[in-house]
């Protein structure tokens, strides 16, 4: 049993359809596929509708959050997309990610690099003149733009295009557009024991994406990730690209000493990342303990749609 428990398509930063990612997942041999768009269950009725006989598609979506100025993502599984505290909290992360997107390009000009917003627009399929108002000074919007999906790969993108940097991972470094970095913009974000809060409260299911990914920028250390496991952190997402051997085996202990769940998904965003559908894998017995502990919601069987 094949299961891959964090994929991105079109409705947040992949560049496939939800109806072609589930279609593609069948196709690379998996049995269950999650897909965890980026504050967002946009992408969920189209990939049920198309879900393919043998497939299982577990909804999501990866919580945008942040703990002590660092960056956190929270995979969130099976919970309610109706229950309103943490709909609500999607929103406003997912209303800021046009001003956000917009100030970093000015920021990466104000840099010297030639990227427009037309650009950028293009990449995300988002109208040019979402977000109205051109850029303030400081490179910062304050009109938000409900139900855009534009983050930073598609900024990453634009920079892999203008020949700035040779992959959109590279893009992700202080010298550029990961956290932290020298175009770095923020936006709204929960705080991580917020977020574990809210999606138990809607009956799903928590893991800490890649924790120890440090090439994306400053990571959380590891007595904050003992925190989160206090206040009911299920599990760490321990087999993915962004983390070496020794970073897995170190986050396996980790996760053992706190009695965590442990992940592997491939952070599958089409033909904008070089990673395949698969390439990193959860077992089985963790899965169905993930799907044991979630009340909001349930995996879905293919039906051949």
């Not at 072609?20 to 509708?49: I, K, M």
């Not at 010298?175 to 917020?194: M, S, T």
């Not at 809607?202 to 120890?212: C, E, L, W």
């Not at 009695?259 to 169905?288: F, N, V």
């Amino acid at each position: 049993m094949r299961i891959d428990l964090h994929t991105h398509s079109t409705a947040s930063d992949g560049t496939d359809t939800p109806a072609a990612l589930v279609r593609h997942a069948r196709a690379a041999g998996l049995d269950v596929v999650a897909l965890t768009d980026h504050d967002t269950v946009g992408g969920h009725a189209e990939a049920v509708a198309a879900l393919p006989e043998g497939l299982t598609l577990v909804t999501g979506a990866e919580l945008s959050c942040r703990l002590d100025g660092v960056g956190v993502h929270m995979l969130a599984y099976l919970f309610d997309p109706d229950e309103p505290e943490l709909e609500r909290e999607r929103e406003l992360v997912r209303d800021d990610r046009v001003p956000r997107a917009q100030g970093m390009v000015a920021r990466l000009r104000d840099l010297g690099v030639p990227i427009t917003w037309e650009q950028v627009a293009r990449i995300a399929g988002v109208p040019v003149d979402a977000g109205g108002a051109p850029a303030s000074p400081s490179g910062l919007l304050t009109r938000k733009v409900p139900g855009v999906a534009v983050g930073r790969p598609h900024v990453a993108t634009a920079l892999v295009e203008l020949g700035v940097v040779d992959s959109v991972s590279d893009a992700f470094t202080p010298e550029w557009i990961g956290n932290g970095g020298r175009a770095y913009v923020e936006k709204h974000e929960l705080d991580p024991f917020d977020a574990i809060r809210l999606v138990k409260g809607a009956g799903g299911v928590t893991v800490f994406a890649h924790p120890m990914a440090a090439r994306r920028g400053e990571c959380v250390p590891e007595s904050a990730i003992a925190e989160l496991a206090a206040a009911g952190l299920d599990g760490v997402e321990v087999d993915h690209m962004d983390h070496d051997p020794a970073t897995r085996a170190r986050l396996r202990g980790l996760a053992a000493d706190l009695g965590l769940l442990t992940t592997g998904a491939s952070d599958y965003h089409g033909g904008r990342k070089a990673c395949r559908l698969g390439e990193y894998t959860t077992d089985p017995e963790i899965y169905g303990e993930i799907v044991r502990r979630a009340t909001g919601a349930f995996p879905v069987p293919g039906t051949g749609g």
